[in-house]
């Protein structure tokens, strides 16, 4: 059964920092493309950063030059460093393969960028 978990949210300020994790279990995570994706309340699911099993990396514009997306395949993790938060970041983040699993999909955890 595969089981992804994403942690490291929460509430910060404007130009502050966060770092998600998502850890993966029930895949062979070291041939998985993974993506970090996140949903505003009324919106469409976005992908925002994606990394290959080479760790070749990409990002959509709206992150571009603040996120930085990494994996840890012995630990089967993969993350989501966010700096310069911006209020319109705030969002329900998600992990899952990239392209993304209907069946994949966790809880997610909430960012809120507020002052």
């Known amino acids: 059964q595969v089981q992804l978990v994403e942690s490291g949210g929460g509430l910060v300020q404007p130009g502050g920092s966060l770092r998600l994790s998502c850890a993966a279990s029930?895949?062979?995570?070291?041939?998985?493309?993974m993506g970090w994706f996140r949903q505003e309340p009324g919106k469409q699911r976005e992908l925002v950063a994606s990394?290959?099993?080479?760790?070749?990396?990409g990002y959509a514009d709206s992150v571009k030059g603040r996120f930085t997306i990494s994996r840890d395949n012995a630990k089967n993790t993969v993350y989501l460093q966010m700096n310069s938060l911006k209020p319109e970041d705030t969002a329900v983040y998600y992990c899952?393969?990239?392209?993304?699993?209907?069946?994949?999909w966790g809880q997610g955890t909430q960012v809120t960028v507020s002052s």
């Open positions: 029930g895949i062979i995570f070291r041939i998985s493309a």
């Open positions: 899952n393969t990239n392209p993304p699993s209907v069946r994949y």
């Open positions: 990394i290959t099993n080479r760790g070749s990396t």
